[in-house]
C-alpha cells in the first residue's frame, strides 16, 4: 500500500525557518519525481518546488525560489523541504506527492500519491 506521509509543519514567525520531512513508501521511489505543493483557505493547490530522482534538477515556484530547498535521501525514501525566511504568505498546508516516471513538472495532476499534508503558520 502506498503510504505518502508529511511532517514537520508548525508555528513559526515570519523571518524564521522551518524543515518539512516526507517519507514515501513507494516502490518507485528512486526513479520518481517528488514535489512539495501547498493550499491556502480559499485558494487553489499551488506548486512550491520539485527535485527529479537523483536530485540533480530541482524546479521552485517564483515566489519561494531563494528561500526554500528541497533535496531528497533516496536510501530513506526521504524528501524534505527546507523553508527559510519565511513569510505570512507562507502559511498553508503542505503536500508531498509522488511523480512517476520521472520528470520536473508544476502540474499537481501529474502527481499520483499525495500525502495528508502538513500545516505550516508564519505569523507576523
Known amino acids: 500500500q502506498v503510504q505518502v506521509v508529511e511532517s514537520g509543519g508548525g508555528l513559526v514567525q515570519a523571518g524564521g525557518s522551518l524543515r518539512l520531512s516526507c517519507v514515501a513508501s513507494?516502490?518507485?521511489?528512486?526513479?520518481?519525481?517528488m514535489g512539495w505543493f501547498r493550499q491556502a483557505p480559499g485558494k487553489e493547490r499551488g506548486f512550491v518546488a520539485a527535485?527529479?530522482?537523483?536530485?540533480?534538477?530541482?524546479d521552485y515556484a517564483d515566489s519561494v525560489k531563494g528561500r526554500f530547498t528541497v533535496s531528497r535521501d533516496n536510501a530513506k525514501k526521504m524528501v524534505y523541504l527546507q523553508m527559510n525566511s519565511l513569510k505570512p504568505e507562507d502559511t498553508a498546508v503542505y503536500y508531498c506527492?509522488?511523480?512517476?516516471?520521472?520528470?520536473?513538472?508544476?502540474?499537481?495532476?501529474?502527481?499520483?500519491?499525495w500525502g495528508q499534508g502538513t500545516q505550516v503558520t508564519v505569523s507576523s
Open positions: 527535485i527529479r530522482w537523483n536530485g540533480g534538477n530541482t
Open positions: 513507494v516502490s518507485t521511489f528512486t526513479v520518481s519525481t
Open positions: 506527492a509522488t511523480k512517476y516516471p520521472d520528470g520536473l513538472s508544476r502540474n499537481p495532476g501529474d502527481f499520483g500519491s
